[in-house]
């Protein structure tokens, strides 16, 4: 029978940290597909049916005009449906197959991380991890079945840049770009996973220097 704590066994070896990991990852997922599936049934004041995905991945094809849909007062955010065949916040557009092979790859690490990195303990990073697979699977299925990603988040939607200043492309909004809840979830958990590095770092640095005061305070006592 094995002796090693239950705090220092690796992840992989944890049902608890299993279950954190598949919980989260699952119910983040689950969200995503349902918010950008009602976006598309509501937004627009009527159902906006997609066709195939080849037409969908094709540059040339556009959303019907609509006017949106205004959620917050303050202009804070809107509702506004955007297919967008980039990464997030709409980087790198046309670049489809490029960013399907790079989203399963960061699946694999993200999963490697997971497994060969933490402990059962760390549910910080756990989450993090989850909330990271979570956003690259959701907007993956959206390259792979949809044929671009579904977009509908609109923060700031008439605050304008101050002194006439303009981003690159000439969008004046202070942010232009349109998003989603996985981009929300591969944000939160890498800010996550920041977190938990930083903690890390404090833990192992206290435990350094305790174990520094221990060894002077030997070599100090009288023989």
Known sequence: MSTQPMASRPAWMSPRAWGVLLGILVASL????WSKAWSFERVAGYPIVLPDRQTVADPSYRLPFHEGMRVLPGS?????????????????????????CFSVLAVVVGLWIFARWT?????????????????????????????A??????????????FGL?????????????????????????????????????????????????????????S
Do not use: C
Not at 126 to 142: K, P, R
């Open 76 to 100: 804070l955010l809107d509702f506004h449906l955007v297919l967008n065949r980039g990464a997030v916040f709409g980087i790198g557009q046309q670049q489809r197959w490029l960013f399907v």
């Open 30 to 33: 689950a969200l995503d597909l």
């Open 149 to 162: 990603v579904r977009d509908f988040l609109h923060m700031l939607p008439r605050w304008n840049l101050p």
């Open 119 to 147: 402990r059962e303990r760390m549910v910080l990073a756990h989450v993090g991890i989850a909330l990271v697979l979570a956003g690259g699977l959701g907007n993956l299925y959206d390259r792979l079945f949809v044929g």
């Open 166 to 222: 303009s981003w690159p492309g000439g969008a004046t909004e202070i942010f232009p770009w349109v998003f989603n809840v996985a981009d929300v979830s591969l944000l939160v958990g890498l800010g996550l996973l920041y977190l938990h590095s930083r903690r890390e770092e404090k833990r192992h640095a206290h435990a350094k220097g305790h174990s520094t005061t221990k060894a002077e305070a030997t070599s100090n006592k009288p």
